[in-house]
């Protein structure tokens, strides 16, 4: 077999694939290799065009995200018809790298490259080993958590003295396997759903979630389990950021069963003063700061936490409304729409709502009074089947917390 037309083969192969995100593959496997190995005339005469049965065994090691460290020992029982020579068994060595070239989603192409050695033993009592040099392309596939399926092309080319039998002898292999990975597979989020099984890979830490990896909100209130503090509020009670109810005016009676809600009354079931016998002259009641101010038309460029102008004044009223407010310290709250992922709508929603507070600090209002929380497509004030509803959706609050 020509040394030229395996290195076009090689070649042409290699232009195959595109880049995307890389298929995640275990960090260390041991693989089995079964095959087809071809030998030149020099090993095996008239006979270099037949196929004979490959086996072997591989080690694999990750290196980093485009790398791969290998090992294999491979042998194949030839059939030849060279004078002298006859049958052969050929045993190949190897160790080197793979280079990812071309990740996918659920493969990966490589390119292969290493040295090691090749030895051949005959029936015309011909036995010797020598140095080689290989070469070959192949796709590893993703198969269950944490196992892998390949297939590779390669050719091994021997060095030696030219005055040695069968120096420079050329070997092609076609070989299919499958590794089992050693440990654990890959889990980037930590919440115990293999990054090949997670339908939901940016999981916040801590959370709670289902079979396929994604967080669990057992209330609906925007706030996952796991780093929810009070997991089984009512349907449709606000919440602040632990998942509790709101409690406004501090009495310890959330909002929702308040009915005093701005007017404190601990101790009391409905969250009111109790009515004196006799009526007294009401004491003068500083008025509360408002549950929540909407910014109604403070805009983002789309998909961007960045401001638009037409937001700027409504800021500057705001910034100044909250300094009417005191020192009462403010959640600003930010909220998408349901076009995205929830987890994508959470991180859009935070860097929206870190947008606007930084705006009113720099407006004059203390640091300490501000905190930034993004709910993403929680707490929905409009239906988000609607162009109009979803514009709605898009919103910033700013909500007392005393």
Known sequence: MKQSCVVWLLAGMGVLGGAAHAADMPERELGLLLGGGWADKSLVGGKDGEANPLLGLRYGQRLNDDFNLFGDLVYGAYDGDRAGVGDADVTTLRGGLEWLFSRQQRYNWFLSGGLGLMNVNTDGNVDFTRPMASLGIGQDWAVGANDAFRWELRADQSFGNSSLPNAGLINVQALLGYSWGLGAPLDSDGDGVANRLDACPHTPSGAKVDVRGCPLDS?????????????????????????????????????????????????????????????APAPAVVPAAPRKLMLDGVNFDNDSARLRPESITILDNAAATLKEWGEVKVEVAGYTDAASSIAYNLMLSQRRAETVRAYLIKHGIAAERLTARGYGEAQPVADNKTAAGRAKNRRVELIPLQ
């Open 219 to 279: 209330d609906n209130d925007g706030v996952f389990d796991g780093l929810d503090r009070c997991p089984d509020t009512p349907a449709g009670v606000r919440v602040g950021a632990g998942g509790c109810p709101l409690d406004s005016d501090g009495d310890g009676i959330p909002d929702h069963r308040d009915a005093c809600p701005a007017v404190p009354a601990p101790g009391t079931t409905d969250g009111c003063p109790p009515r004196a016998v006799e009526p």
